[in-house]
């Protein structure tokens, strides 16, 4: 059955960090970070990593530079692209901070990889029989858009990769409308009936639905107990607008 953990937190320089502690032993040093550690002023307080959300662009650089530090990286090594709430997933090595895409890949041990979140999940697939590694986002559109099944074609056996799902909006905290519900109903507990034509949406249920479907062993799927409700502890969008971005980082080690 899919394993649940809480994570733990652990000090790197300035910054409080949730190591992924189930992808070490597979040669992974992997976190989530926080909102906290940075140096954005509010409503982006304080460790906002996204360019695109209205916070200054300094602050946003040196933000992302903490991170680097954290992972062990030059800031020129921590690979993040455009979200664009799609399917598509590209090598990390060919990626431009103008590449557009929500999965990134990666065979190798000088970048770091890190995909943003601040509602949607943050996945981390290793596969356990050669270097491989992948961060995806996967919001309800990329999920309906297939960006997980699309990621797991990289790899050779999906039978052999471990999975980690971080911090989400729950279900509680998701409501939608018939339009988005349309997409899911088919998924046993992944929509909940609300109040009118509204309903909540398991997104976490959803992405472990489809990692199980695209092959991955349900004995190799972590999934973290923490939420962004609130957005107190991570970023939130639901919770406030405008708002940072936290993030899920990733590096081979060997």
Known sequence: MTIEVVLGV???DTLTVHPVESVRALGVDAFVTDRFGG???APYDSLNLGEHVGDRAKDVRENRRRVA????????RLVIVRQVHGANAIDASAATPSSEADALLSDGHDDALAILVADCVPLLLVDCASNRFALVHAGWRGLHGGVIARTLQHFVDAAQVHAFLGPSISREGYQVGPEVAIHFAHLPGAVTADTGDRS???????????LLDGGVLDTSIVRCQQVTDGGEVFFSD???RPCGRFALV???TS
């Open 10 to 12: 652990e000090a790197r």
């Open 39 to 41: 140096v954005s002023s």
């Open 69 to 76: 530090s954290a992972i062990g990286v030059d800031p020129s």
């Open 200 to 210: 909540r949406l398991d997104l976490g249920l959803v992405a472990t639905r489809q």
């Open 238 to 240: 639901r919770a406030q």
């Open 250 to 252: 990733a590096k081979r």
